[in-house]
Structures are given as structure tokens and as C-alpha cells.
């Protein structure tokens, strides 16, 4: 009777918790037993196990009892990660490699019949989790996985591309040989080849992105087809300042998780553009086991949402507390699933269902009804969670035939990066962020001011969130401008960048 035991890590959102998989091999009638809340992709794994052992040239134990138990036996276990350490155990059990080695690792890896080593989902997750607990175990991960990981920095990453590789630095005395260790590649993020000045006209959406930019503000764009909006919002993430180190790592974490994280794009900003046939899964995440939605894998990027209305209402309206919170938490009967959802929003619609209602070039064909109805399938209360709302008006020709005279994305992206190390500075974190007593300490207005934004309030009819969202805007004016007081001026600005569907409808 001979017993091995080895770490692993699963997944549960963005965390890796710790699995120990125990392997025991007892006499009795041959089988293999795996327990430990497994999913069907774990328990496939005793086929692959079997053939990729036997492929390498190592002895199965067919005449034992053999059970895997993976504990904690409450928390779900999904993929193929755990082949890797399975087979290690069998081995490890059988005394056909040293035991006592297995307990300097941690290991994950889906093994082909061959004994290949395949990538898994999430490698990011699992050394960030290794960071976080210091522990002095190191990892051995696929090759492509190891690659991943290795972008945190402080701890010992192995890649292996079969199993025979793992299996001879585990060998006893002298045999043993050292896999390398694997290094980080950080490539240098190329600076975006969209320009901001490549928009012809539209500088009251320009400003709008700017100051969106400078606060973290989200951004409405309302105007007939063709006018430039999704040029503007390709062109949005230019404006931005470089991810920090733990944003970009926070990124691609959970780009890990879908593996859809490509170390090329390393540092660069995310811009999910998903259909509006998408659905409120799609959008937020969700599934058994969770995986993270469009919401999440746009985290500390941009969500440029085109044809807003034509999205379903239950996906839009699942938007609501993300926009708030910058997380989210999906609920299921058997497990609960939070991801990060730091994004920005950048949204975008035409005013009628025909396109051209306030447009100047080409008559609206649309009833006041009908205007109203298609306005109408956005809900008050989301609108109320979007900053800025900006009219995006259809440009004249003779604007078009000229050469672009606007300022570059460097030019504005500079201004920019101003504003927010003022921010920082002053309250650290971006204006959008400010809550509760922080929007009276750093939003001050003089009494003036603030009679003057009291009557537009209540003009405008706005609840509590639109007046402290006005605050916000002001505050991301002001800074632009170098001003450390709120003046009416930044006020009216802010007030006039939320009044776009009123004005239309």
C-alpha cells in the first residue's frame, strides 16, 4: 500500500485556491477511482493518464486499486489541469520517481495520449495566487502556460513539454535533471496607429472624450450613421496613459481565464467591441463553471457598446451594478463566482430608428412616437449611470473635403496624463471613483456655484447620482484646466455634456 501526495490549483473566478491530490494504491480488484468533486473533464482525465504513462514507457499499476481524491472535496475542480499531477502521483505511489521531491512544486497540465503537456486556462491566476501567499513552492506548467506566469515576477516558473521532462528532474540521486527556469517576455507596446485627428470635425465629441479620459468618466455617443462615432471610440484608448504593473497583470489575468490573453498585447489597453446580439451571459459572465463576460475581460480597458438600443434590455440593464462597483459577483445555486470589471464605457447610438432625427443633411422620416419609443429602450436608471452624453452630429461635406487640422491623440493624451497625476495626487484614485464624502472634500463649490448648479437640478429633474455625476465631470474639467477650484464655467461644461437625449427627444 503506498500513498503520494502533491499540490495543484483550481480556479474560482480570478482566485487559484489549493488543491492537494492524494493518489493511494491499495490490493484489491483493479480500478481507478477519482473523487473530490471533479468535473467530467477531470475524470476523463484516467484515460489520458493511462495512455500517456504507458506511451512514455513507464509500468501502470493494472493489478492495484488506485484512488485520486482531489481535497478540499466541497470545492469544484474543472478542466484538464490536473492530469499532469495525477499522473505524478501514480508514478510517485508506484516508487517509480522520488516522492519526497513532489513537495518543493506545484504542478498543472492537461496531458495528450502521447504525454504531451497542453496549456490550461488561467496560469496567470495561479502564480499571482503563489504570490500572494508567499509560498516557496515553484510551478510546472506547460510551456505556453509557463510563459504566462512568468510574467509575476518573484517566483519560480518550469516549463515542460512532455511528461518525460517533469518526470527526470523528479528522478531520485544523481539522475535528476533541472528543467529551466522560465523568463518573462514584456514586449514593448507598440503606441497605437489610430490618431484622434484622423476624425475630421466633431471637436464637441472630441472634448467629451478627453475629459472622459482625464476622469475615467463612461461616454454616451448620440448621432445619425456615418458621422464618426466608432472612429472616435477606436481611437479612445490613445488617450489613455500606460497600465500601470498590477493593472496590466490584473488584465491579463483574466484574459488568462479565456484564454484569450496574447503576451504580444502585453500592457496594452483592451477594447471589447461585442455584438448587440450578445446576451446578459455574454455581457457579464456566467455559466457552469463561471467564466468571466465582455464586462470583465474589458477590466482597466474600454467596452465600446455600438448600436446601443438594439441590445437586449436584460443585458443592458445587467450593466448597471458593474458600472457602480467595478466588480461582478455571479450567483449560481452550487457556487458564487466574482470577477474584477474596472472598465470604460464607451457607447454609442443613433437618435431615431431611421438615424437622421436632429440631423441637418437628411430628413427624419420617424414620429415623435417612434422617436420616443426607441429612445426609450434604454432605462432611466441606466442612462443615469453614463457620464458623459455627447451629440455626435453628422459632419458637412465641405468639412470632409479638407485636410484634418485637429489636435493628435499624443497632443490631447498628454493633457491627459496631467489631469490624472493630479488626481492622484490630490485623492488617490481618478475622479469617477470619488464616493461619498470624498465628492464634498475635493468637489468644493463656492455658494454661487453651487445656487447655480442647485437650479439646473432641479430644472433638469436630476436624482442625487446625476448631481454627484455632474460634480465628477466638473472636477475632470478642472483639472484639465490646471484649476484646483471648481468654477461655473466647469460646472456648465459638466452640465451641458448630460443633456443629449433630453435635448433630442
Not at 33 to 39: F, H, K, Q
Not at 411 to 426: K, S, Y
Not at 468 to 496: F, K, N, Y
Request: proline share 6%; hydrophobic share 45%.
Amino acid at each position: 500500500m503506498s500513498l503520494a501526495v502533491l499540490h495543484s490549483r483550481a480556479l474560482d473566478g480570478l482566485a487559484a485556491p489549493e488543491v492537494t491530490v492524494e493518489v493511494h494504491l491499495a490490493n484489491g480488484l483493479p480500478s481507478f477511482t477519482l473523487v473530490g468533486l471533479a468535473d467530467t473533464e477531470v475524470k476523463e482525465a484516467r484515460e489520458r493518464v493511462r495512455a500517456a504513462l504507458l506511451h512514455s514507457g513507464f509500468e501502470f499499476p493494472t493489478n492495484k486499486r488506485i484512488t485520486v481524491n482531489l481535497a478540499p472535496a466541497d470545492l469544484p475542480k474543472e478542466s484538464g489541469r490536473f492530469d499532469l499531477p495525477i499522473a505524478l502521483g501514480i508514478l510517485a505511489a508506484s516508487r517509480q520517481i522520488d516522492a519526497e521531491r513532489l513537495a518543493r512544486y506545484e504542478f498543472a497540465g492537461e496531458l495528450s495520449l502521447a504525454g504531451d503537456l497542453r496549456p490550461v486556462r488561467g496560469a496567470l491566476a495561479m502564480s499571482l495566487a503563489l504570490r500572494r501567499l508567499g509560498t516557496q513552492r515553484a510551478l510546472v506548467l506547460p510551456q505556453l502556460s509557463a510563459r504566462e506566469a512568468a510574467l509575476v515576477d518573484g517566483l519560480t516558473i518550469h516549463p515542460a513539454a512532455h511528461l518525460l521532462e517533469v518526470v527526470q528532474m523528479l528522478l531520485p540521486g544523481d539522475a535528476a535533471q533541472t528543467l529551466p527556469t522560465a523568463v518573462a517576455e514584456r514586449r514593448t507596446t507598440s503606441a497605437s496607429t489610430l490618431d484622434l485627428r484622423d476624425v475630421k470635425g466633431q471637436a464637441g465629441a472630441k472634448r467629451a472624450l478627453e475629459i472622459a479620459a482625464a476622469g475615467g468618466h463612461s461616454v454616451l455617443m448620440v448621432g445619425p450613421p456615418g458621422t464618426g462615432k466608432s472612429m472616435l471610440a477606436q481611437r479612445f484608448a490613445g488617450l489613455l496613459p500606460p497600465l500601470s504593473e498590477m493593472q496590466a497583470l490584473e488584465s491579463a489575468a483574466v484574459l488568462s481565464l479565456n484564454n484569450s490573453f496574447d503576451p504580444r498585447r502585453w500592457g496594452q489597453r483592451v477594447l471589447r467591441t461585442p455584438h448587440h446580439s450578445a446576451s446578459s451571459v455574454a455581457l457579464v459572465g456566467g455559466g457552469s463553471p463561471p467564466r468571466p463576460g465582455e464586462i470583465s475581460l474589458a477590466h482597466e480597458g474600454i467596452l465600446f457598446l455600438d448600436e446601443l438600443p438594439e441590445f437586449q434590455r436584460a443585458a443592458l440593464e445587467a450593466l448597471r451594478e458593474p458600472l457602480e462597483t467595478g466588480r461582478i459577483v455571479i450567483s449560481r445555486a452550487a457556487r458564487q463566482a466574482e470577477f474584477p470589471a474596472r472598465f470604460q464605457l464607451i457607447a454609442a447610438m443613433n437618435p431615431c430608428a431611421c438615424g437622421h432625427h436632429g440631423s441637418a443633411l437628411r430628413a427624419c422620416r420617424c414620429s415623435p412616437d417612434s422617436i420616443a419609443r426607441y429612445q426609450g429602450r434604454l432605462s432611466g436608471p441606466l442612462l443615469d449611470r453614463i457620464d458623459v452624453q455627447v451629440e455626435v452630429p453628422a459632419v458637412p461635406a465641405p468639412v470632409l473635403a479638407v485636410a484634418p487640422d485637429g489636435e493628435t491623440s499624443a497632443a490631447v493624451a498628454a493633457r491627459v496624463a496631467a489631469a490624472q497625476a493630479r488626481q492622484h495626487e490630490r485623492q488617490g484614485c481618478l475622479n469617477a471613483a470619488l464616493a461619498g464624502d470624498a465628492i464634498d472634500v475635493h468637489c468644493a463649490l463656492s455658494p454661487q456655484t453651487t445656487q447655480f448648479l442647485q437650479n439646473a437640478a432641479a430644472r433638469l429633474g436630476w436624482s442625487a447620482r446625476s448631481f454627484h455625476r455632474v460634480l465628477r465631470i466638473a472636477r475632470s474639467v478642472a483639472d484639465l484646466a490646471g484649476e484646483p477650484q471648481l468654477q461655473t464655467a466647469h460646472v456648465a461644461e459638466a452640465i451641458q455634456s448630460r443633456r443629449v437625449l433630453a435635448s433630442a427627444a
